[in-house]
């Protein structure tokens, strides 16, 4: 098992710019989500899925949109890109299960100037 | 509104030290609850977690946390520290009808001094 892959492990884009972060998981996880990581303020929930074909919003979601159209998948755009998108991005994904731990992908460094 | 807070975002011990970083959550329902480690430039590893079977729980490398909901605490603890227990420790909880969603806290940074 792979377990959540995360590409590319760093990206530097242009304000104005478009992207998307791809994430993967192998382990037929139901529930995937992305955070946001930044100093001091721990991980924010940006939007989160619970199956294939359905997706909602977390704690920060302006500026990013998602798909899941599979259950392996579930990247995260930026439409535009912002310097306050500058951060550090966690896809993460877990059984259905509300006390199932969230496994991580090793993360997406994002610069934005 | 429920929350997750994480007293000391940065905590020193010498090593061979007690480790103690301080989770405490807002609910008046016990949440699902859980500790988290980051070594630099990694994701996050679960290192325990309380599904409400035992108050104490026991997880890896060492560190344990117990349960006291008159304190609506989760505490991590660890004996005595090693220089590799050096990392970002992020305590999480999951609130009844929250959507599966998991509350992160702001996370402790723990040092080892030799």
């Known amino acids: 098992n792979a377990g959540v892959t995360q590409t590319p492990k760093f990206q530097v884009l242009k304000t104005g710019q478009s992207m998307t972060l791809q994430c993967a998981q192998d382990?037929?996880?139901?529930?995937m989500s992305w955070y946001r990581q930044d100093p001091g303020m721990g991980l924010r929930l940006i939007h989160y899925?619970?199956?294939?074909?359905?997706?909602d919003q977390g704690e920060v979601p302006n500026g990013y949109n998602v798909s899941r159209s599979t259950t392996e998948d579930f990247p995260l755009r930026l439409l535009s890109a912002a310097p306050s998108q500058t951060s550090v991005y966690f896809c993460?994904?877990?059984?259905?299960?509300?006390?199932?731990?969230?496994?991580f992908g090793n993360g997406t460094r994002l610069t934005v100037t | 509104a429920q929350s997750v807070t994480q007293l000391g975002s940065h905590v020193s011990v010498s090593e061979g030290a007690l480790v103690l970083l301080r989770c405490n959550y807002s609910?008046?329902?016990?949440?699902?609850l859980f500790w988290y480690v980051q070594y630099p430039n990694q994701g996050l590893q679960l290192l325990l977690k309380?599904?409400?079977?035992?108050?104490l729980v026991k997880g890896i490398n060492g560190f344990e946390a117990e349960f006291k909901k008159s304190e609506t605490s989760f505490h991590l603890t660890k004996p005595s520290a090693h220089m590799s227990d050096a990392a970002e420790y992020f305590c999480?909880?999951?609130?009844?009808?929250?959507?599966?969603?998991?509350?992160f806290g702001s996370g402790t940074q723990l040092t080892v001094l030799p």
């Open positions: 309380y599904t409400s079977a035992a108050t």
């Open positions: 609910s008046s329902v016990p949440p699902y």
């Open positions: 382990m037929n996880h139901e529930y």
């Open positions: 899925s619970v199956g294939a074909g359905i997706t």
């Open positions: 993460a994904s877990r059984p259905g299960h509300l006390n199932s731990p969230l496994h």
């Open positions: 999480a909880v999951s609130f009844s009808g929250s959507a599966r969603q998991l509350t």
